[in-house]
T-cell receptor, first 115, second 113 residues
Framework: KAGVTQTPRYLIKTRGQQVTLSCSPI?????VSWYQQTPGQGLQFLFE???????NKGNFPGRFSGRQFSNSRSEMNVSTLELGDSALYLC??????????????FGDGTRLSIL | GESVGLHLPTLSVQEGDNSIINCAYS??????FIWYKQESGKGPQFIID?????DKRQGQRVTVLLNKTVKHLSLQIAATQPGDSAVYFC????????????FGAGTQVVVTP
């Protein structure tokens, strides 16, 4: 069974641009969560989608947004990029995203570098 | 609050020894906990999980212990191997928080021959 797939693996952008990252969850998983990982802040939750609806959101500015499609694939978008947005962006999927004892499984992330 | 990766502690272990990685979690109402392993250039990989109605759970070469009284988790790795070298994270699921894992800062495990 294929794991979580994230594309692209690497991206280089300049300040002020916008970027879209893609995530394909494990087949049958309907919940997709996004995280930002940096050396200074560790792993921080961005948002979660289930059945095309955002159910939860972390403490990030509105420049960070996402969506989920009917096939559970998800995208996240960051607009007006800042230097501090340089990070590894991770996507994770699970069956329901609740606390019902179902672990999230992660992709290998998209490494975003802002010049 | 959110995890802050201010400092990544390092655990050096000799190959063949047992490793114990500790983690303090923040929310006494969290009822589901997960350990992940992250190797360089990869995403976190699921190792083992435990619900709050359990004190101990065993997997292949790994054991997770949960002490709710002091909000403490530990991961024990038996007969540590070079392939166990990685950063290990504990994560908790806050109550009523769909799809959100709250991560600890992580522990770097270095296995020496």
């Amino acid at each position: 069974k294929a794991g979580v797939t994230q594309t692209p693996r690497y991206l280089i952008k300049t300040r002020g641009q916008q970027v879209t990252l893609s995530c394909s969850p494990i087949s049958g998983h309907r919940s997709v969560s996004w995280y930002q990982q940096t050396p200074g802040q560790g792993l921080q939750f961005l948002f979660e989608y289930f059945s095309e609806t955002q159910r939860n959101k972390g403490n990030f500015p509105g420049r960070f947004s996402g969506r989920q499609f009917s096939n559970s694939r998800s995208e996240m978008n960051v607009s007006t990029l800042e230097l501090g947005d340089s990070a590894l962006y991770l996507c994770a999927s699970s069956f329901s995203g609740g606390d019902g004892g179902q672990p999230q499984h992660f992709g290998d992330g998209t490494r975003l570098s802002i010049l | 609050g959110e995890s802050v990766g201010l400092h990544l502690p390092t655990l050096s272990v000799q190959e063949g020894d047992n490793s114990i990685i500790n983690c303090a979690y923040s929310n006494s109402a969290s009822d589901y906990f997960i350990w992940y392993k992250q190797e360089s250039g990869k995403g976190p990989q699921f190792i083992i999980d435990i619900r709050s109605n359990m004190d101990k759970r065993q997997g292949q070469r790994v054991t997770v212990l949960l002490n709710k009284t002091v909000k403490h988790l530990s991961l024990q790795i038996a007969a540590t191997q070079p392939g166990d070298s990685a950063v290990y994270f504990c994560a908790e699921t806050p109550p009523d928080s769909w799809g959100k894992l709250q991560f600890g800062a992580g522990t770097q495990v270095v296995v020496t021959p």
